[in-house]
């Protein structure tokens, strides 16, 4: 099995920073793409950032520019530093991992998600 561990979430005052931090562990052969997801109340869960194992990153626009995600593969680790932050952040926020395991199956694994709060 896999599993995925957030951390770093917490209550922050607009324009402040955070970094959330996501750790794979288990039967892990290799892990391809990396995402961080998050999903507001009563919203859908939406992509906002991604990076590849090379180290590509791609973001949403309503994060460019603020938002930084990066990984540690000597880790199984990725990152998304959070800045500039706006009420509109705030939300659940989950990763996304899709890994190749040690018997040979490929799926994708999801964390159980840190709340970020973004208020005065």
């Known amino acids: 099995q896999v599993q995925l561990v957030e951390s770093g979430g917490g209550l922050v005052q607009p324009g402040g920073s955070l970094r959330l931090s996501c750790a794979a562990s288990g039967s892990i052969l290799n892990i391809y793409t990396m995402n961080w997801y998050r999903q507001a109340p009563g919203e859908q869960r939406e992509l906002i950032a991604r990076?590849?194992?090379?180290?590509?990153?791609n973001y949403a626009d309503s994060v460019k520019g603020r938002f930084t995600i990066s990984r540690d593969n000597a880790k199984n680790t990725v990152f998304l530093q959070m800045n500039s932050l706006k009420p509109e952040d705030t939300a659940v926020y989950y990763c996304?991992?899709?890994?190749?395991?040690?018997?040979?199956?490929?799926?994708?694994?999801w964390g159980q998600g840190t709340q970020v709060t973004v208020s005065s």
């Open positions: 996304n991992a899709d890994v190749m395991t040690l018997w040979g199956g490929r799926s994708a694994y």
């Open positions: 990076v590849t194992w090379d180290g590509t990153s």
